[in-house]
């Protein structure tokens, strides 16, 4: 740069790059002269006279403002980071499962029985009428079949009178035979319907039905004459009973043990007969007596061996249960004992 005085001239770098653009100052050099002006290719002007000076300090000053804004702007702008590669963390190789979920404790309510249910006392007795109320409302299928009158003590005979009638009770219908006619009619009708039994169950029988005089018993005639059939059947009886009423405790005791038992289809072995005897209030405990085999000669039951007449503590309150084997198959059918644990 060339003139009297000191001039400045600086090159301003913006974004990283040089300016072509030079920046004037103006300053006042000692003597109180003021300092050349220079351009861009160096060379020197003549000094602006006061009114021109004074023109060109407005501009002069804006452009100094509009450096420093940019040169502030440059000075304040970061770059931007850099990123660096990130390197996955290795996982493992053994395989996440879930945790294992707990299972429901509740066990699903087993789906209702069909039941064909009969009796010897005959279809409007106290003690059927209290077993099919108790059934029903559990939630089986109850068919009831059963002599039109008193047929006790007709063990398994048979006879023509198979013919069935009806009632006043869509759910009930009579025979004029005996309980095994009874038997033997339900079962066909509800075959041929395509919904035969899973249990058959006779009774409750309005007194007991204990020892070897259960070969008598119409009540234990029906069960053995449905186990002859291929079904399972239960022959109940309630000691002391002379009405419904006496019969309330005993179909309760029904309910539970059918409950029991209908987990599976069919609730237990084709064949077997449950022959249980329950006091009229409610059993203190059950008492399992010995099992027997039972068969049929002609009409006529037959007990294989000496099964005694105690009665298993019937008389002091207590619940009994004998398992019949009935099938008249060789072998014998698994015991049902250790699934009727919890009745007492």
Do not use: K
Not at 51 to 79: E, I, K
Request: charged fraction near 20%.
């Amino acid at each position: 740069m060339s003139g009297t005085g000191t001039g400045v001239l600086r090159h301003v770098r913006i974004d990283g790059r040089r300016s072509g653009r030079a920046v004037r100052t103006i300053a006042r050099a000692p003597s109180g002269g003021p300092y050349d002006h220079a351009t861009p290719d160096g060379a020197s002007r003549r000094p602006p006279t006061p009114t021109r000076r004074a023109s060109m300090r407005g501009p002069a000053l804006a452009a100094v403002v509009v450096t420093a804004g940019l040169l502030a702007g440059c000075a304040g702008t970061a770059p931007p980071p850099v990123t660096e590669p990130v390197t996955p963390i290795a996982t493992s190789a053994v395989p996440m499962t879930a945790p294992p979920t707990t299972p429901p404790t509740t066990n699903p309510r087993p789906a209702p029985l069909r039941i064909l249910l009969t009796d010897d006392d005959g279809y409007d007795a106290g003690g059927i009428a209290a077993v099919r109320a108790a059934l029903t409302r559990a939630g089986h299928d109850v068919t009831e079949v059963a002599p039109d009158g008193n047929r006790s003590g007709s063990g398994a005979a048979t006879s023509v009178d198979r013919e069935l009638q009806d009632t006043d009770d869509p759910g009930v219908r009579t025979v004029s035979g005996t309980p095994a006619d009874a038997v033997i009619a339900g079962l066909a009708a509800l075959r041929a319907a395509g919904r035969p039994p899973d249990l058959v169950v006779s009774g409750t029988n309005l007194g007991r039905n204990t020892g070897s005089g259960i070969t008598e018993s119409g009540t234990v005639g029906a069960a053995v004459t449905a186990a002859h059939a291929g079904f399972p059947a239960i022959a109940v009886s309630t000691d002391r009973a002379r009405d419904e009423d006496d019969c309330t405790a005993t179909a309760a005791f029904v309910v539970r043990l059918v409950a029991a038992l209908a987990g599976s289809r069919p609730p237990f072995a084709p064949g077997t007969v449950l022959n249980v005897n329950h006091p009229v209030a409610a059993a203190s405990g059950v008492t399992w007596l010995p099992p027997a085999q039972i068969t049929l000669d002609g009409d006529r039951m037959e007990l294989d061996g000496d099964v005694g007449d105690g009665d298993g503590g019937l008389g002091r309150g207590r619940a009994t249960i004998t398992e019949l084997d009935a099938d008249g198959r060789p072998g014998t059918p698994a015991s049902v004992r250790d699934r009727l644990a919890g009745l007492g």
